[in-house]
């Protein structure tokens, strides 16, 4: 992980639009979460407890970020991935948003829609000892059986 002082310039968001462009292509909730850096209420997410296998992909530009193989049940009440599809999928930033409590905020590298948080060091078993804690608003599964995806902007 790196954050947003070491992050590659191949990182930066690739496709960029005004507020109001968002704000035809996104709900109202999904412009909250993914374009404010909201947070969607836990255990309420469409993918909290999903096991269906696919990629899970950004809802705001389609970019592929995370396969269901690299999910778990963390009892978070948000959807947990350990690892994201590739590290050039996501940047990180650091969030000091609540006080004594810093945080590394996840955002997709295409769009720079915020996704939720990666978290260290929480003991779960694990292959990298990381939870990315992610919000499901935020993205779409792509199942392995279904259609070929195209990953369009909305």
């Known amino acids: 992980m790196t954050d947003e002082h ?3 310039p ?3 968001p690739r496709l960029e639009l005004t507020p109001d462009q968002w704000r035809q292509r996104l709900s109202n909730e999904e412009y909250h979460v993914l374009r404010e ?3 969607e209420a836990p255990f309420v997410g469409e993918y909290t407890d999903t ?3 696919g990629v899970y992909c950004c809802r705001a530009c389609g970019a592929e970020l995370f396969r269901s193989t690299h999910k778990f049940h963390s009892a978070c009440g948000w959807p947990s991935f350990y690892a ?3 590290e050039d999928r996501v940047r990180y930033l650091t969030d000091d948003s609540l006080p004594g409590r810093p945080r590394t905020e996840v955002r997709c590298a295409r769009c720079d829609s915020h996704l939720g948080h990666v978290f260290a060091g ?3 078993d694990t292959p990298t000892d990381l939870r ?3 919000n499901s608003i ?3 599964l792509e199942p392995a059986d279904g259609p070929e995806p195209t990953h369009e902007v909305r």
Do not use: H, K, R, V
Request: glycine residues 8%.
């Open 37 to 39: 850096a909201g947070t």
């Open 6 to 8: 070491t992050t590659s």
């Open 138 to 140: 935020c993205l779409n």
């Open 122 to 124: 929480e003991g779960f």
């Open 132 to 134: 990315y804690c992610i």
């Open 84 to 86: 994201p599809l590739a």
């Open 10 to 12: 191949d990182l930066q």
């Open 51 to 53: 096991t269906t296998e």
